[in-house]
């Protein structure tokens, strides 16, 4: 035992080492082919879950699933960011590393302004997170996270199911403790702390839903017309794009257990391939809550054409809740700070757009906020090519008998390193009196879609061929009234 913690250590030191030697701690000229220019990326190697978000003395934190050492997931660290509005983020040194209980996994952070964990006098943040074993440490900072403490009486909770992690912490104000939500196989468990440190079983959710595999849940207050309500959300396998996608729950949450009162088929967060792990900041201002995912899928995400890094964070999104038809539905805005990004616009307004017509002829760019809105007609399908170049595109369809918003990368450019890859993916989109506004964001290597304002959102990779910069608006087997575009151009939030 004492040789295998012997190796263990000299295996973590060797890197550490690498890391402080060789892994960059800013931002280089972040202009590599495919490097998004207004989404969050490690400057090197490789990033899945975002972890810890927690707002704190004016800065939001970002921490991250990161493998120092190369593109590949491996020993996992938590890697660290930092922001003042969710655009421009500072490379911090990593915050976590693997001890002699093993690498660092998924989980949450948060601010124990009042020392109830007896670990930060004053105040400061207190990390909860997932080893490998799928036991759970804590450690702390105060220092606003610029250097992190490990508890010496890790683990504070020991595995209790082989699958036993990503645990989301926050403070529940009506009972006086500290609630956690973690993932338990097929399952999610809530335990109540006074301190950060004693844990107590206090429910399970999910059980009886037969939906395999749950990971990196979160638990979360929404207000609608004055009335309170909860969502749980969590990562689950079989999404409708397949792989793994987010699915949420609204309900009622008494502090102790949370009733779902969905029915119906299952509610996604977004019907695209790519966004997974996503969590929520604990503590933003305004009483916001703001979203974020790893915006990638475990099905070919070690094999996407990529480097110096591997991975990205989609936009972050503003979460409401909006009454529908068919019950509440939680939307999604692309965060309002992104306005900052805009350069100067070109603008089109009532247009009949016919079949062979490209009024975009000439219009380009590789990293674009689209706004359009329009008035259904007599065609089957209406929509977008960006990132073309008329050999290739990522097409952006509306279906209008089938009331389907659609995504295709079948042929978007680089589709052959993982056979998951290519395809065409989709979600209902009802028209409001007769119309569609289509919200789209194109960053290089992503594409996200919102329709109707956030009620459904898609968000898909794709690797173009290079100089793929041009847009098509096209109408087919029939005519559609374009009421407005907006096509502006994004800076980096990198120079």
């Known amino acids: 035992m004492a040789l295998r913690r012997l190796i263990c250590v000299t295996a973590i030191l060797l890197v550490q080492n690498l890391t402080i030697a060789g892994a960059p701690l800013h931002a280089q000229d972040y202009d590599e082919r495919f490097r998004p220019q207004f989404h969050f990326s490690p400057a090197a190697n490789w990033v899945n879950d975002p972890n810890g978000l927690v707002y704190a003395d004016g ?12 593109l590949t997931s491996g020993p996992m660290h938590w890697g660290h960011a930092t922001s003042p509005d969710l655009l421009h983020w500072t490379h911090q040194p990593i915050a976590l ?54 508890y010496e009486g890790n683990p504070v909770l020991p595995a209790v199911a082989r699958d036993f992690r990503d645990p989301k912490v926050f403070w529940h104000a009506e009972t006086g403790q500290w609630v956690m939500i973690i993932a338990a196989g097929d399952r999610v468990q809530i335990y109540h702390s006074p301190n950060l440190i004693d844990w107590q079983l206090a429910s399970e959710f999910g059980a009886n839903l037969a939906a395999g595999l749950w990971e990196v849940p979160d638990l979360f207050p929404m207000t609608l017309d004055g009335e309170a309500h909860w969502v749980l959300m969590a990562s689950l396998g079989n999404a409708p794009a397949g792989g793994g996608g987010v699915r949420y729950f609204v309900g009622d949450f008494d502090g102790a257990t949370f009733t779902s009162k969905a029915t119906g088929a299952p509610l996604w967060l977004d019907y695209g391939p790519d966004n997974y792990a996503g969590t929520t900041w604990n503590d933003a201002p ?34 409401t809740l909006r009454q529908t038809g068919e019950g509440l539905r939680l939307v999604q805005a692309p965060a309002a700070e992104l306005v900052q990004l805009r350069d100067t616009p070109q603008r089109w307004s009532d247009v009949v757009i016919e079949p062979g017509q490209n009024l975009l002829d000439g219009v380009t760019g590789t990293s674009l906020e689209i706004v359009a809105e329009f008035e259904l007609g007599s065609a089957d399908f209406v929509g977008l090519k960006v990132l073309s170049d008329r050999e290739h595109s990522t097409d952006i369809i509306y279906n209008v008998g089938l009331s389907n918003l659609l995504i295709s990368r079948l042929n978007s450019g680089d589709t052959g390193f993982n056979s998951a890859f290519a395809g065409i993916y989709q979600d209902r989109l009802e028209p409001v009196e007769g119309r569609i506004r289509l919200h789209i964001f194109v960053d290089r290597s992503s594409v996200e879609v919102f329709g109707n304002d956030g009620l459904s959102v898609m968000t898909s990779q794709v690797f173009p061929p290079d100089g793929a910069d041009q847009l098509e608006l096209f109408a087919k087997d029939g005519d559609v009234r374009l009421v407005s575009l907006e096509i502006y151009p994004l800076k980096s939030a990198w120079r």
């Open 59 to 70: 800065q939001y934190h970002l921490f991250y699933q990161y493998n120092p050492a190369g």
């Open 97 to 150: 590393y693997p001890d002699e209980i093993g690498p660092i996994w998924s989980g949450g952070a948060v601010v124990d302004a009042d020392n109830t964990s007896g670990l930060v006098p004053g105040g400061g943040l207190i990390a909860i997170f997932s080893f490998q074993n799928q036991s759970q440490g804590i450690a702390f900072s105060q220092d606003s996270g610029e250097t992190w403490t490990k």
């Open 286 to 319: 305004d009483d916001r809550r703001l979203y974020i995912g790893w915006m990638s899928n475990w099905a070919y995400a070690q094999e996407t054409p990529t480097s110096p890094w591997r991975g990205a964070m989609t936009l972050p999104r503003e979460l």
